[in-house]
């Protein structure tokens, strides 16, 4: 079976047995890695906490922040904080300045744009600039909305994206164990907003994977920077 | 026509009736795709296990992704939180029931 991925579970640490019901249902639904996104001032203690709860249930967990600066100068701060202390790191962006910057810039894992937002969207400008990938929080954006605009958001997004053979990560952004989705169901609602199925099942698993994959060799201690590694000789 | 059977677990915290679940997929497949896109789904519960809260529930295989999605935008019933989540797609109703182990 593939290793799916849902990079953008959003768990409530003060709440245990949400996040157990969330561990519970994300296990049943095959994913084997998730990505909890947590506050960035919450205690080492409190993460730790949280991240056993979904490890219990056989989930590998990687750990995510979501960073939403207002400005490139916040979010050129933001990165040199907290780019070494997160496996994943994600920004929302909130205007045009910080989505250009952020896609420009080789540190941001992804980028994801607001699906309240009307102002600004995943457009051909920022596909060309992005070196990371677009998260598309198909869950969150879509589930409660009664107008059309976020459909049309996202399905403008993916058609974007594929025109510029972008990397698309597909997410839930699940906030309760009420939001929960399988990946089936993720890569079903992007095909029905225009994505291919390959592309769609690519994005729930080896894209995330790969994102994964490559953020923790840079974690390794043997790692030095791209392409560059401390190779010690085997002893013969 | 082909179909294709998924076994779903049904996550309401209430109790919960094979009418009022069939009412559920019914009401969100018309809601996202119309009543064209509902015929064409075609939707059907072919097994309601009430103490296990899980269904094997049928569709068109053309329209598999369709109900995907229509599932997945299952968020309420009857003003209490509801989600459908997949746990196994199969062309058999054999093949659904059988769990992974």
């Given at each position: 079976?593939?290793?799916?991925?849902?990079?953008?579970?959003?768990?409530?640490?003060?709440?245990?047995?949400?996040?157990?019901?969330?561990?519970?249902?994300?296990?049943?639904?095959?994913?084997?890695?998730?990505?909890?996104?947590?506050?960035?001032?919450?205690?080492?203690?409190?993460?730790?906490?949280?991240?056993?709860?979904?490890?219990?249930?056989?989930?590998?967990?990687?750990?995510?922040?979501?960073?939403?600066p207002?400005?490139?100068?916040?979010l050129?701060?933001?990165?040199?904080?907290?780019?070494?202390?997160?496996?994943?790191?994600?920004?929302?962006?909130?205007?045009?300045?910080?989505?250009?910057?952020s896609?420009?810039?080789?540190?941001?894992?992804?980028?994801?744009?607001?699906?309240?937002?009307?102002?600004?969207?995943?457009?051909?400008?920022?596909?060309?600039?992005?070196?990371?990938?677009i998260?598309?929080?198909?869950?969150?954006?879509?589930i409660?909305?009664?107008?059309?605009?976020?459909?049309?958001?996202l399905?403008?997004?993916?058609?974007?994206?594929?025109?510029?053979?972008?990397?698309?990560?597909l997410s839930?952004?699940?906030?309760?164990?009420?939001?929960?989705?399988?990946?089936?169901?993720?890569?079903?609602?992007?095909?029905?907003?225009?994505?291919?199925?390959?592309?769609?099942i690519?994005?729930?698993?080896?894209?995330?994977?790969?994102?994964?994959?490559?953020n923790?060799?840079?974690?390794?201690?043997?790692?030095?920077?791209?392409?560059?590694?401390?190779?010690?000789?085997?002893?013969? | 026509?082909?179909?294709?059977y998924?076994?779903?677990?049904?996550?309401?915290?209430?109790?919960?009736?094979?009418?009022?679940?069939?009412?559920?997929?019914?009401?969100?497949?018309?809601?996202?795709?119309?009543?064209?896109?509902?015929?064409?789904?075609?939707?059907?519960?072919i097994?309601?296990?009430?103490?296990s809260?899980?269904a094997?529930?049928?569709?068109?295989?053309?329209?598999t992704p369709?109900?995907?999605?229509?599932?997945?935008?299952?968020?309420?019933?009857a003003?209490?939180?509801?989600?459908?989540?997949?746990l196994?797609?199969?062309?058999?109703?054999?093949?659904?029931?059988?769990r992974?182990?």
């Amino acid at each position: 079976m593939a290793n799916y991925l849902d990079l953008h579970v959003i768990p409530r640490p003060e709440d245990t047995q949400s996040c157990e019901r969330m561990a519970d249902l994300l296990s049943e639904a095959h994913y084997r890695t998730v990505g909890l996104t947590v506050a960035t001032g919450l205690l080492n203690e409190r993460i730790r906490a949280v991240r056993r709860i979904f490890e219990d249930r056989g989930l590998d967990t990687v750990l995510r922040v979501d960073l939403k600066p207002s400005s490139r100068t916040e979010l050129l701060r933001l990165l040199r904080r907290f780019r070494n202390l997160y496996d994943i790191v994600a920004v929302g962006c909130l205007n045009h300045q910080v989505a250009t910057v952020s896609c420009r810039d080789s540190r941001v894992d992804m980028v994801f744009f607001h699906g309240a937002s009307r102002n600004l969207r995943f457009s051909h400008t920022f596909a060309r600039l992005l070196r990371g990938a677009i998260e598309l929080n198909l869950v969150s954006d879509l589930i409660n909305r009664d107008d059309g605009w976020a459909f049309a958001r996202l399905r403008k997004a993916i058609r974007v994206a594929s025109d510029h053979h972008v990397k698309v990560v597909l997410s839930s952004g699940a906030r309760s164990f009420e939001m929960v989705r399988s990946p089936f169901q993720i890569s079903a609602l992007a095909i029905t907003l225009g994505l291919n199925q390959e592309d769609s099942i690519r994005a729930v698993s080896s894209t995330p994977s790969s994102i994964v994959t490559a953020n923790r060799m840079k974690h390794a201690s043997e790692y030095v920077e791209e392409g560059v590694k401390i190779v010690v000789p085997s002893r013969r | 026509m082909t179909r294709r059977y998924i076994l779903v677990k049904v996550v309401y915290d209430r109790k919960i009736t094979n009418e009022q679940l069939d009412e559920a997929l019914n009401s969100s497949a018309k809601r996202y795709f119309g009543e064209v896109g509902l015929s064409r789904i075609d939707p059907r519960i072919i097994r309601f296990d009430a103490d296990s809260s899980t269904a094997i529930i049928s569709c068109e295989r053309n329209a598999t992704p369709e109900f995907g999605a229509a599932i997945a935008l299952i968020t309420t019933y009857a003003e209490a939180p509801m989600s459908i989540l997949p746990l196994r797609v199969s062309g058999t109703v054999k093949g659904a029931a059988r769990r992974e182990k």
